[in-house]
């Protein structure tokens, strides 16, 4: 399998809203109701809000590729981008969305080794995310890369408040030659 990855301009705006409903509709749409995903996905994944999200200079957004297909991407916060106030020496993985076909094949652990790459490169010490209470799975997934539970946040979910977990690792220390 060969991974690439590419990161998003403006021009990638219609494939970014494809995969970012796709996948987060497919994550999340059971546990949910249709009018809450539907409100969700039209606030959170217009072509407006998306466009603002591509062009703020503190945010990144990266595809993953396996074998040339379009597998899901990343995106990253850092400064005032982040979605809470953690400081400039932190940088907010925001998503990780991967689509269904994609699950299970290391594509996850990719991205968030790309996200602390990132941070390396921006001299960040820690990064951070928050994750659905009820996503175990993920949560998991995040325990195992080293990453501990440090908070809570609300997220909305239409009119429901939904808690998400406040998850950080703090990097490894880089020397500068």
Not at 7 to 16: F, M, P
Not at 54 to 74: D, M, Q, V
Not at 95 to 114: A, E, P, T
Request: hydrophobic content about 35%; overall charge neutral; some cysteine.
């Amino acid at each position: 399998m060969t991974i690439t990855t590419k990161r998003c301009t403006v021009e990638d705006l219609g494939l970014l809203q494809e995969i970012s409903i796709e996948t987060f509709n497919s994550t999340f749409n059971n546990q949910n109701s249709p009018e809450n995903m539907k409100a969700y996905l039209k606030k959170a994944f217009n072509l407006q809000q998306l466009q603002t999200e591509l062009s703020n200079i503190s945010s990144e957004f990266y595809f993953i590729y396996s074998n040339e297909e379009i597998a899901g991407y990343l995106k990253v916060n850092t400064n005032n981008a982040q979605s809470e106030m953690m400081g400039n020496d932190s940088l907010e993985i925001e998503r990780i969305y991967i689509k269904n076909n994609f699950q299970k094949s290391g594509l996850g652990k990719y991205l968030l080794n790309k996200a602390m790459e990132i941070a390396i490169e921006h001299s960040k010490k820690k990064i951070w995310l928050g994750v659905w209470e009820k996503n175990e799975n993920a949560i998991a997934f995040y325990e195992k890369m080293g990453f501990v539970k440090t908070g809570l946040h609300s997220f909305y979910m239409g009119d429901e408040k939904q808690t998400d977990f406040i998850m950080a690792k703090t990097l490894p220390a880089v020397t500068k030659r």
